[in-house]
């Protein structure tokens, strides 16, 4: 019975250890079978792929797991939980995430220039996990390059209507969703919004008093 014990909880720390890092050895043997088959001369494709799955990052982070309900339910629990690695993806879904961009690359570009593209869309990912895994349990030095990204991201978990890039701020400054940008437009909105409020209103006039030409004022409200 102890031992029995004992295979069950070596297996559940094996699955754990799959789920949250399995993705550290799969993906970088995929990357190389796909950059293989496409071979040395595509490799500026391998480039537009790494840059490609920028702006994937970006739209899905924003849209998909900030609005699509079932995907915001599940990506909740990450900015609930943000140290917690259960709380985040598992290198178990993985294959489903990479099948459509799978699919897409190679029946539009063909088999060795979608395998480019795919090795570029898939060492994204793999820059993408790494990162976020680091700026969340790694104590990151202020001199590091990890230290601005750690910052912007944080901010996104704070107030989570901005900095939705992690790799990269590049795609927030481009659709002015950085927390700066956003900040700008919340200060604009109440300095609107405040001289409406301080703005005098018109008094009403009784009717046959207003010039030709003008607007008749309504009545106030009782």
């Not at 990357?31 to 799955?53: E, H």
């Not at 895994?133 to 901010?155: E, G």
Request: glycine share 6%.
């Amino acid at each position: 019975m102890k031992r029995a014990v004992i295979l069950m909880n070596r297996s559940a720390h094996w699955w754990q250890w799959v789920r949250h890092f399995g993705d550290f050895v799969t993906i970088p043997l995929a990357i190389l079978t796909f950059a293989g088959l496409a071979g040395l001369s595509r490799l500026y494709l391998v480039v537009v792929g790494l840059l490609a799955w920028t702006l994937v990052e970006y739209l899905m982070h924003r849209f998909v797991f900030h609005h699509f309900p079932l995907a915001r339910h599940l990506h909740q629990l990450h900015h609930d939980h943000p140290a917690d690695p259960d709380s985040e993806r598992s290198s178990l879904s993985t294959p489903l995430v990479v099948a459509p961009f799978a699919l897409l690359s190679l029946g539009i570009a063909g088999v060795e220039d979608g395998s480019a593209i795919l090795a570029g869309l898939l060492a994204g990912y793999l820059i993408f996990i790494a990162v976020h895994h680091a700026v969340h349990r790694w104590p990151v030095n202020p001199r590091s390059p990890l230290y601005s990204i750690k910052l912007r991201h944080l901010v996104h978990h704070h107030l989570e209507d901005c900095n939705f890039g992690v790799t990269t701020g590049f795609w927030d400054v481009i659709c002015r969703s950085s927390a700066g940008a956003v900040a700008k437009r919340r200060l604009r909105s109440r300095r609107s919004l405040a001289g409406r409020r301080r703005r005098p209103r018109t008094s009403y006039e009784p009717a046959g008093s207003h010039r030709q030409g003008e607007e008749r004022t309504a009545p106030p409200a009782c």
